[in-house]
């Protein structure tokens, strides 16, 4: 099978329990009383452009787009929970004498299945999956870096979530498989984002072809949810989520935290802050060691993004 064929088969397999369970939950009694589904999110669309004429300081005329969108589809009824969420991002950008480029670019689907146990504890199995929707190139388009599936993250856990409010959710699984496919062979040869590079032949270049697409990892997990209203009309929505390989080097904990701020100005203009961190000991990220502006290296290292925006926003029901 074609990691075409398998990229297309794992959508189909992670939409398809959410879609199953819309269409097999039992209706209630009496709908005026009882709503065991909740769908709903909010969508943005923040923009940015600067005009130059006869600047004396210099500068470069710029416009950008950053398209947000949030879904979620929450199921509760009895001791049963069914949450389902689908993020979206997409961003480009337009610089002067340059094509358009590509500014940021996420797809993330959660799903997550409880039966409580206690008060605040429910026995929890979550699937999630990150990856991107386009390929991204270096600027000069003539390397490509990433594209859809390449990577794809995907976390499939057993464990207990704790929920002491609407606010808070700590799940925490001591049994997760961990999953890198780099369906690209030019970056699985590469060896990209920790997959197992091409092997080399006597002479010690490297095969074509012969790069893996599967990485596969089996450990623990923390993921912790958060979201509050800081201010009036500024809410602070914050993911961690902590990861650790029993079967090589557990100490060096594999770390993702995304914290988004949303600024409500009115009913359809907004603002928002959005910081993203991430570390993993897997991926070799290009590094300058003697900053003379040449990769020399790689490793290692904290990874950063932080965009801010002003737009137009849409909240549904």
Aim: hydrophobic share 35%; with cysteine.
């Amino acid at each position: 099978m074609s990691f075409y064929c398998l990229r297309v088969l794992l959508l189909v397999l992670t939409l398809f329990p959410f879609f199953s369970t819309v269409a097999a939950a039992p209706l209630p009694q009496d709908t005026t009383k009882v709503n065991i589904w909740d769908f709903g999110g909010v969508g943005a669309v923040n923009f940015s452009q600067v005009s130059l004429s006869n600047w004396a300081a210099g500068g470069q005329n710029t416009v950008s787009v950053l398209g947000t969108a949030s879904l979620y589809g929450n199921y509760k009824q009895g001791k049963n929970t069914w949450n389902n969420s689908l993020d979206l991002t997409y961003g480009l950008v337009k610089l002067e004498g340059r094509r358009v480029q590509k500014s940021d670019d996420k797809l993330e689907l959660n799903l997550k299945y409880g039966y409580r146990a206690s008060k605040r504890w429910y026995y929890t199995g979550q699937f999630n999956i990150k990856t991107q929707l386009t390929p991204t190139y270096t600027i000069t388009r003539d390397t490509l870096r990433s594209n859809f599936f390449s990577p794809a993250y995907i976390l499939a856990s057993v464990g207990m979530d704790y929920k002491p409010n609407d606010k808070l959710s700590v799940f925490i699984s001591p049994f997760t498989g961990k999953f890198t496919i780099v369906e690209s062979q030019v970056l699985a040869d590469k060896g990209a984002f920790g997959v197992a590079p091409a092997r080399k032949d006597s002479e010690g270049n490297p095969i074509p072809g012969t790069g893996e697409h599967l990485r596969k990892e089996f450990g623990g997990y923390v993921n912790v949810r958060y979201t509050s209203e800081l201010l009036t009309n500024v809410t602070l929505q914050s993911k961690l989520d902590l990861f650790s390989n029993y079967l090589r080097d557990p100490q060096n904990i594999d770390v993702n935290w995304e914290n988004m701020v949303n600024f409500k100005v009115n009913k359809t203009i907004s603002a928002s802050l959005f910081v993203h961190m991430i570390y993993d000991d897997d991926v070799d990220v290009a590094l300058d060691r003697d900053d003379d502006n040449k990769v020399d290296g790689s490793g290692p290292r904290l990874q950063l993004k932080q965009t801010l925006g002003l737009g137009v926003s849409y909240k549904f029901k």
